[in-house]
């Protein structure tokens, strides 16, 4: 597995030199279009010509598939070409997680997300503190699955290829910013599970099958889909807001503690692919950055900007989580877990912002915390200055709003992820029901 993190035997350069091919892989050529990257074209879509494109998708688990599309002034042809290959063949995601994953929850269960988030990709507001995709996003394209649509989402949604239980705010334990944390979420998808089996065992009315089975899962992929985590970030960011570094590092072990409870619940109700991501440098957020000026004495950061004791923290709660999920791996027969170090690639990339085309990424794109605490999506005058209005072109930033990622990172990010470079063991996405 290829060192990204900057640390051990791995250099700037290297590290650098590492982005450059993951870029170059995605598609990425650092081209501007009228001075504002598309990233819609960068997962899988590059424009060659004037009257040439090629998409190239890759879901790994239905094969690899190829569309050649030439659009003339008197014709359009179109080439096909599909050459299947064997993969997992996940027919659904169940996701759980905080706002790094949710995609509509916390949107549905209180108030919309506004605009500006979500309008790279969407051009509209998706439920996502984003201007665009989430890596879980990526994830479906890559597994060929549609986006998740939220559990807690009622209007015009299927549930067929899953379901996502993630909210803003959630964390593993009780009592962090949302009632929805992790017991609860899987506590819904239990629900979800045994309401969706009983409405299947419903016999047929005058010969017709009830329309709404079709927007939910059929019984038997329960056990067949890969159930997904991003979560106990939260636990520890109300830990450094109400307690001490000791204290917040002191309450790893019940926290992981909780986390097992879950996975073990999940296993009973028959999950058995687990792909679950460690928290990320928590400390190189802007709106603790930002924060931990104010409160702190001077001397917090580390040679890139980030608050060190909270990310020295973050990876002992990875560490024990690793742990963890070994021990896990040994209680529960007939599991495939995979840990996703996400932490290495965040502050990999954070520390290669500018060599990767990025703005400061102790900046951010939308709402401001400079002075006024201005959420994205507001604006406020002070003094006949507006603040909180969005950047004009969030592709240059890492961060969207000081907490979450933008498109253009989640999309790095998520390369790396699928494709089994964060992964122990050393699996991709597509392959993850596969013990190497």
Known sequence: MVDIAG???????????????????????DEEENGLRD??????????????????WEPRCIGHLRIWWHWGLDKLALAFEAVLREGC??????????SNSDTGGISAAFSAVPLPNGETFFGKPSGRGCDGRLIIDFIAEDLGLPYLSAY??????????????????????????SPF???????????????????????????TIPQCKSRLPKPEDFSKAIYTFDIGQNDLAIGFQN?????????????????????QQLYKEGARVFWVHNTGPIGCLPYNVIYD????????LDQIGCVKPQNEVAMQFNKQLKDRISKLRALLLNTTFTYVDVYSAKYSLIRNAKNLGFDDPNKFCCGSYYGYHINCGRTATVNGTVYGNPCKDPSKHISWDGIHYSEAANFLLAKLAVNGSLSDPPVSVADACRTP
Do not use: C, M
């Open 39 to 56: 990233w819609r074209r960068l997962w899988g879509l590059r424009e060659r010509d004037d009257n040439f494109v090629q998409i190239q």
């Open 7 to 29: 640390f051990g035997k791995s250099t700037e350069g290297q590290d650098s030199a590492y982005w450059k091919e993951v870029k170059y892989e995605a598609g990425w050529e």
């Open 89 to 98: 063949g996940f027919p659904a995601i169940y996701n759980f997680g905080d």
């Open 293 to 300: 000026r104010i409160r702190s004495k001077a001397g917090n």
């Open 181 to 207: 944390h992790l017991d609860h979420q899987v506590s819904q998808f239990i629900q979800f599970k045994s309401r969706t089996t009983a409405l299947y065992k419903q016999p047929r009315t005058n010969g």
């Open 152 to 177: 807690l989402d009622s209007i015009g949604t299927s549930f067929r290829h899953g379901a996502n239980f993630a909210t803003g705010g959630s964390s593993i334990r009780p009592g962090s910013y």
């Open 243 to 263: 307690t001490n570094v000791e204290q917040v590092r002191a309450s790893i072990p019940d926290i992981l503690d909780k986390f097992s409870q879950a996975i």
